[in-house]
């Protein structure tokens, strides 16, 4: 009913940038909080950041004043600029968003399958 697509991701140089997006489509009636989060290999899920009307964005202490994060509500997307990467960012990035179907009034839980993050010493 609901597919999250992130893409973006890539092979950067430490210093570099990459802007990652995420599209939700489906049958979607309105979509609260939308976030992005990563996993490295042998680590736990993290949140990287996350945005909500009404609510101050919210960023890890790592990525903060490196990456921001923005929607197109319009177009039911969600993006991540990262800036200054570093080789400890290289992770797989999974768009998250709080969705109510049509018809609905409850709110979901999906994630997109991930993109791949990698950033060279």
């Known amino acids: 009913q609901v597919q999250l697509v992130e893409s973006g991701g890539g092979l950067v140089q430490a210093g570099g940038s990459l802007r990652l997006s995420c599209v939700a489509s489906?049958?979607?009636?309105?979509?609260?909080?939308m976030g992005w989060y990563r996993q490295a290999p042998g680590k736990q899920r993290e949140l990287v950041a996350l945005?909500?009307?009404?609510?101050?964005?919210r960023y890890a202490d790592p990525v903060k004043g490196r990456f921001t994060i923005s929607r197109d509500n319009a177009n039911n997307m969600v993006y991540l600029q990262m800036n200054s990467l570093k080789p400890e960012d290289t992770a797989v990035y999974l768009c998250?968003?709080?969705?109510?179907?049509?018809?609905?009034?409850?709110?979901?839980?999906?994630w997109g399958p991930g993109t791949q993050v990698t950033v060279s010493s």
């Open positions: 945005i909500s009307s009404g609510v101050p964005t």
């Open positions: 998250n968003a709080g969705i109510v179907l049509v018809g609905g009034w409850r709110e979901y839980d999906y």
């Open positions: 489906g049958s979607i009636s309105s979509i609260n909080a």
